[in-house]
């Protein structure tokens, strides 16, 4: 996935903080996990006691910028869709396939219409945060935190793998260009990297670098030591995997950002390196200009393209029998606006869609409460969130991950009752 562009500048600045860390910290390789020392990337006390984890992998998929879920599963049942996007709106002839009457998918999912006619990918749509904001800032700290009203600043991924049990080097790995730390941030061990082959401590092949800093903490408390030491395991942990690696069964990554990281997802899945859950962030969906029609070039059908051909290779690599435990899901921090723009394209809104992909995931339907998107339904012009996205990541917590209360991950929030996963 490219860099954003024809954004909003709130945006722009959240992209730009966000790679000026990322320079800091994870270009120089295994500074990723060490970058732990100065920030929040990596644990600053010992994880969790050890316990074996059972459950589904759960890869979270940030779509940052604000997604636009109104034209992924586009309500071409509904009058009033067409009405607020004469431009944009995806034709009822162009989708490739839906729930038979309400919603139908953007033809640029084709990749993964077979997932979607197996059973396996569904969507939650008209879901949003129960505080809604239009700021890029709070929406995407508040989506990551999934605590409001209280005083917890952990992320709600971080609090997931403690109630796991999970403490293995490589339970939790933020995989990728972008670094979603509010949502691994607090006392559960995770590791940063841009990727399996560049996670290296700089200079240690000329000098014992690891070995000395193995040494330097050797006597140091071990709330201080941690980084370091979680440092050295997952560096450890993940030399055995890396090298020249060829996707199973004919599988074809992009070239992007999101083909790369979910490729290194997948080599520590088939590695059995007690993965937990990978964090991976694909951006570029802040399109206030330019969404444009659902054709080939057009910058929504290219993006969706780039995602639903990344997501295929994925599902592909592992095969049938690696996805029956592997659970993916996507969030995003807001919706866009109900009607366009006069840039053909969309502003910042609140309800939404949500992608769900899995062996457990009962799909090939969208799921939800739709409130229809009459002008006297809409909230400040906005789609009405009827379902708290939190519910609904509940709901595959307990029915996919084995946890049982969720209080300790959502606070106050009941799962949804859905049926979406299939209890394991």
Known sequence: MTAPLLCCDENEKVQLTRRGLLGRGLTVGAGAALAGLAGETLSTSLAFAAGTYTGDTLVVVSMRGGFDGLSAFAPIGDADYFKARPGIAVPKAKVIAGDGGMFGLHP????????????????????????????HFAAM???????????????????????????????????????????????????????????TLTADGKRPM???????YADVPAVLAA???????????????????????????????LGGALRDVARLIKAKSGLVTAAVDCGD????????????????????????????AFVTDL???????????????????????????????????????GGGIRGG??????????????IAGDLKATTDYRSVIGEVLQKRCGLGALDTVFPKVKPSSFGLAAAR
Not at 365 to 378: E, F, I, K, N, S
């Open 210 to 216: 690891a070995a000395a800093l193995r040494a330097m």
């Open 227 to 257: 980084p370091a030491l979680a440092a050295d395991r997952a560096l450890a942990a993940t030399a055995t995997v890396k090298g020249t690696y060829a996707p199973a069964n004919g599988a074809v990554y992009p070239d992007s950002d």
């Open 141 to 199: 700290e508040a989506m990551e935190n999934a605590a409001p009203g209280t005083s917890i600043r952990s992320g709600w991924l971080d609090r997931m793998l403690g109630l796991t049990g999970a403490s293995g080097p490589l339970a939790a790995v933020s995989m990728g260009d972008a670094m979603p730390a509010r949502l691994m941030s607090g006392p559960a061990s995770d590791v940063s990297m841009r990727g399996l082959d560049e996670f």
């Open 285 to 312: 969906w802040d399109m206030h200009q330019g969404l444009g029609p659902a054709v080939a070039g057009e910058r929504m059908y290219d993006n969706l393209l780039d995602f639903s051909t990344a997501l295929a």
């Open 319 to 357: 095969g049938e029998a690696g996805m029956k435990n592997v659970t993916v899901l996507t969030i995003s921090e807001f919706g866009r606006r109900v009607k366009e723009n006069g840039s053909r394209g969309t502003d910042h809104g609140h309800g939404n869609a949500m992608m769900l992909l």
């Open 108 to 135: 640029a999912l084709a990749p993964l219409l077979p997932q979607w006619k197996a059973g396996k990918l569904a969507a939650v749509h008209a879901i949003g945060q129960p505080d809604p904001t239009r700021s």
């Open 365 to 378: 339907r969208v799921y939800g409460d739709w409130p229809t998107l009459d002008p006297q339904a809409l």
